[in-house]
């Protein structure tokens, strides 16, 4: 397979969000939307995918920015870049958790043009199906990581169905513990998709990673003001400080009350990345710390917790430490 040059599609510059959708709901599975590129140029300047139609989002100036809402939370246009977003006072001062993690997201050249919706909206990153064998994820009939030999170090803990990737985006399960909720326009008008459940298992989709149908475009995303200026912890452990997808991270948000030393959670949401093919909410962890003193010993039962039904494959066993870890530190530490 010949991979020194891009193959050729016809380009469109739309500059409103409505042409764009209309371009994308005609072109189906041959248009292919473009937002800062990082991803999608490595797709066609590999030849793996191949569409006859991009849509370059990147001009539609509705779809940037961060404006604060009339009910008191904040709305992020999917076209804001990562590094608009880790510098935003609005972020930084009422949801860090977010700021958190796009600041350790890849690098900063990555950042400057990546995009808060092209991040959560980016494809499985297992070698193989980028590599562009033909696996379950491409419309085969194998997987190429589930095997004695298969290199499965990112790959998951849960949720294995024929596929084993994991969600590799930092911003998602910070949106996922933040209760973000996903705006989605198409041909059929504009939905609201909680950030739990825009992100797709493979039992349901094999193909996809997010509820995104041909034709739907990512507008923004909006943070309700329950979790402003909550306390919050995003950790992240990937092989390189930079440039680097994370092994596991963590996201956590929790309110707290109590004088120093005697401190209660009274609510929380814990999600951890790159365990599963969607960001995975420690629902099990929730019910063991809300309610409950802040104190070492719940936060040792927390991390205890997090990784029951773990199921690891040969070479990523390493991830269930490394989880209950991270999780034992974000309830001590938030
Ligand atoms: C070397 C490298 C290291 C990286 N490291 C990390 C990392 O550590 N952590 C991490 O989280 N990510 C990492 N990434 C991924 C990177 O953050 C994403 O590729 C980037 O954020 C994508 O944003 P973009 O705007 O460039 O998207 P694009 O490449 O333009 O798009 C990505 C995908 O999303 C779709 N898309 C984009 N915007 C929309 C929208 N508004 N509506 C519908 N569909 C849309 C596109 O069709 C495409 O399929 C890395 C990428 C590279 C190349
Ligand atoms: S883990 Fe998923 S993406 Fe990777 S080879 Fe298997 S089916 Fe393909």
Redesign the pocket.
Known sequence: MSRDMMGAFELYQPDTVENAVELLGRFGEDG????????????FKDRIKRPKYVVD??GIAA?KGIRETADGGVEIG??T??TEVERSEVITGRYKLLADAAR????PQ??N???????????A?CWYYRYGVDCYRAGGNRCYADTPEGQNREHCLWGADRCIAVS?????PALVALDAKMV?LGPKGTREVPAEEFFIRPNVDIERM?V?EDG????AIRIPAEWSGARFYFE?V?DRNT????LVNIAAAMVVSGAAGSEKVDKIRIVAGAVQCVPRRLTAVEAVVAGQPKTADTATLAGQSAVRGATPRNYNHFKIPLLQNLVTRAIRDA
């Open positions: 292919w939307a473009l937002a800062g590129g990082n991803d999608s140029l490595d797709w989002i990147s779809l999917a076209l870049t990562l350790r997201v890849a690098s990555i950042r043009s990546g995009t808060l919706g092209g991040n959560v909206c980016q494809d990153r590799p985006s930092d911003t998602a989605v997010t995104l739907e475009v990512l507008t992240k990937a440039w680097d997808f994370p």
